[in-house]
């Protein structure tokens, strides 16, 4: 079988490692011994790609000792064991050493696959400062003159190369050594622009006080830019500490994200892994045009890359589920200091936008519905702070809760009980009379005494709290401000026209209801309607713990529109989620979807990947988050509400929709930022692609 759902290979990922092993200076048969293991443990892992470090066969640290024939020789010995290894191996190993051309030296990656050499790879920038000597023994890439070297007796591509898999084309790798990622602009970056997805550094880098975080700078920026994995290995236990020290730091980045990173100063060989998306580097660089610019403009940086085939076959058939985490909520970091940070980050964006346009309006006033849930009340929330940043009193926020057919209890108690902690202007409308005279006109069967709860009846109450406050908005010299939030705008569930979907200015229009949630949260814990800037939770008083009750409460009230009358206990007939699906799968499957244009058969692999297991994983440590977990069967189900209504009803909603600010990299669908589409386009390739995911993943 070749296709197997629950196998990372058939997503577009590769799983690479990065091997330290333990060395012995100028012991090539050791250190090859040790390479050979660790290359066995990743190849059985499943890994196709394993980097080692510089000159890593006789070990960085020998100085004039790679002078001597002798070393250079039981290199050349070395080689030939590791590449007589790679003959039971599926994996490519990319190793280290020393090269011999019409007599110079130079330090080199050399990539072995399959009881083969395919490419030798020279360093092009050598460090001869400070603690570094190397131009005393080697010579520079660009000396060499030639695009060719025999090694182990046959002639081997020498060079600029880039390697391509065959099994897989988007997995194209280059080799750079060291020193060649430090300076201004890296032979990597013109690999990236020749196409290569994977850039791996070997090096040795002996350690001192902070050099640590600087190589994570170094590597996480290059990975970015290059929008391109990036591994990288050092030299670690066994180096001469003659006058120098080595920690054996590996590390591991995608697109400026850190997958994987090793324990420094370990005493023994050691090894990590990560699954790279290579899909998500190729469609980034379709998505960023300016990646194509700098292809045409390096042109001749790029033409001096030869790409080098490389028989790769990827292990397809077996089970091989994702090592990678996927986090549940792509939208809300799960660790506690970023989630705060993306908080207090989006918060300010949209209460930065709001104090804009009032400014630019030359109006000081907003009118706001306040319906008691989660959306009016992160709303309220912003407009609170714009008055308090604009000096203004809060009573310049205009909010008005409207009672209808099927408000509940509950949310017209919580709506009241927030106006007051927000200390706005608060008033209630009862909108049934106005309602009941719409329906009267259209002669609704409710009219004469029917329960007849159709789209009809419930978007003439939608409908009518819009046209309220439009109106509101006009006779008091105000705007009007919406609440409607980016899940809504994806799934089509807003009242098209004269209903949610429409205001002056949408604070909320790109905020998932996944991470409206964890904002109400940190308003309330931060202390921000009492007019703290603080990320730190407020010191307690008895407004604040009441402000945060609320808030709290609001957030454990099932979200429902209620437009359907109940039929017991005063509770909303509607439940949002049993129509739509779960907000948190479909803020999954937008985002996927949206961000990288992945097909549903892969968003689906990541879903399962993600909420199979609910003690898998971290979790956003917060009371008001049930954990779930979803088997792949209901994944499927609420992909497929998710696609239909995503790509074939809803588009004309978004197309027309009201100014509102893009707070994220996970997209806005806005018609001038981040989505254009047509109205009247089909569901059906997506469905087919959906059909394609098995019921049971091991199948």
């Known amino acids: 079988m070749t296709n197997r759902f629950l196998n990372l290979y058939n997503h577009d990922f590769a799983r690479v490692a990065v091997g330290v092993p333990q060395c012995r200076v100028a012991d090539p048969a050791h250190n090859a011994a040790q390479t050979i293991a660790l290359a066995k443990q990743a190849d059985a892992a499943g890994a196709v790609l394993v980097a080692f470090p510089e000159l890593g066969i006789p070990a960085y640290s020998c100085e004039d000792l790679f002078q001597q024939r002798a070393l250079l020789d039981a290199c050349d010995a070395a080689l030939a064991d590791i590449v007589a290894a790679s003959r039971e191996l599926g994996a490519v190993l990319i190793v280290g050493m020393p090269v011999r051309l019409q007599q110079r030296l130079f330090n080199c990656a050399v990539v072995v696959a399959r009881g083969r050499l395919h490419g030798v790879v020279p360093k092009t920038y050598l460090p001869n400062y400070s603690e570094f000597y190397e131009a005393r023994q080697f010579n520079a890439a660009d000396d060499a003159g030639v695009d060719t070297v025999t090694l182990l007796g046959e002639e081997v591509p020498f060079g600029s190369l880039v390697f391509e898999a065959t099994d897989q084309p988007l997995l194209r790798f280059h080799c750079e050594i060291c020193e060649d990622v430090w300076v201004p602009v890296p032979p990597s970056s013109f690999a990236a622009l020749a196409g290569a997805t994977v850039l791996v550094n070997l090096s040795a880098s002996n350690v001192v006080v902070g050099k640590s ?8 920026q290059q990975s970015a830019r290059c929008l391109a994995a990036y591994l990288y290995t050092s030299a670690g236990q066994g180096e001469s500490t003659t006058d120098l020290a080595w920690d054996g730091q590996a590390l591991i980045y995608e697109n400026g994200d850190l997958l994987a990173e090793s324990a420094r100063f370990v005493g023994e060989s050691h090894l990590i892994y990560a699954d790279v998306d290579l899909e998500r580097l190729a469609r980034e660089r379709m998505h960023q045009t300016t990646f194509g610019v700098s292809v045409r403009r390096h042109a001749d940086e790029v033409a001096r890359f030869r790409t080098i085939k490389v028989d790769v076959a990827m292990p397809r058939t077996a089970e091989l589920p994702l090592a990678r985490a996927i986090e549940r909520f792509p939208y809300v970091p799960a660790d506690p200091r970023r989630r705060d940070e993306r908080c207090h980050e989006v918060y300010n964006i949209q209460v930065q936008a709001l104090m804009q346009r009032l400014a630019s309006s030359k109006i000081q006033k907003v009118v706001i519905g306040v319906s008691g849930g989660l959306d009016s009340t992160h709303a309220l929330l912003v407009c609170a702070k714009v008055m308090d940043r604009l000096g203004l009193p809060r009573t310049n926020i205009l909010a008005y809760t409207m009672p209808g057919f099927a408000t509940s209890e509950r949310t017209l108690r919580q709506a009241r009980e927030l106006m007051a902690a927000v200390g706005c202007t608060a008033r209630e409308i009862d909108i049934r009379p106005s309602c009941m005279q719409m329906l009267k006109d259209l002669d609704h069967p409710f009219a004469q005494g029917e329960e007849v709860y159709d789209v009809t009846f419930e978007n003439v109450q939608a409908g009518e709290r819009t046209n309220h406050l439009f109106r509101l908005a006009n006779h008091l010299g105000a705007i009007v401000i919406g609440t409607g939030d980016l899940s809504e705008l994806a799934l089509g569930w807003c009242t098209y026209g004269v209903g949610d979907h429409m205001s002056h200015y949408n604070v909320n229009a790109s905020v998932p209801k996944t991470l409206i949630m964890h904002l109400v949260r940190w308003v309330a814990e931060t202390g921000q309607l009492d007019g703290t800037v603080s990320a730190k939770p407020a010191r307690a008083t008895k407004d604040t713990g009441q402000r945060r009750n609320v808030l709290i409460e609001i957030l454990e009230t099932e979200i429902s529109p209620e437009l359907v009358p109940g039929k017991a206990n005063g509770a909303p007939e509607q439940r949002t989620e049993h129509f739509i699906g779960p907000y948190e799968l479909q803020d999954f499957n937008l985002y996927y979807t949206l961000r990288f244009g992945y097909a549903p058969r892969k968003v689906a692999f990541l879903s399962w990947s993600a909420w199979h297991d609910a003690s898998q994983g971290r979790w956003p440590d917060e009371g008001h988050l049930a954990r779930h977990a ?34 994220g990299t996970g997209g806005s669908l806005s018609p001038r930022g981040d989505w254009r589409a047509p109205s009247d386009s089909e569901s059906v390739v997506w469905l087919a692609d959906l059909d394609t995911v098995p019921d049971d993943p091991h199948a």
């Open 213 to 220: 975080a600087y190589r994570h700078q170094l590597v996480g």
């Open 630 to 663: 979803y088997d792949l069967v209901s994944i499927k189900r609420n992909l497929r509400i998710f696609l239909d209504r995503f790509f074939r009803t809803s588009q004309f909603k978004r197309s027309c929709i009201p100014n509102a600010p893009k707070v």
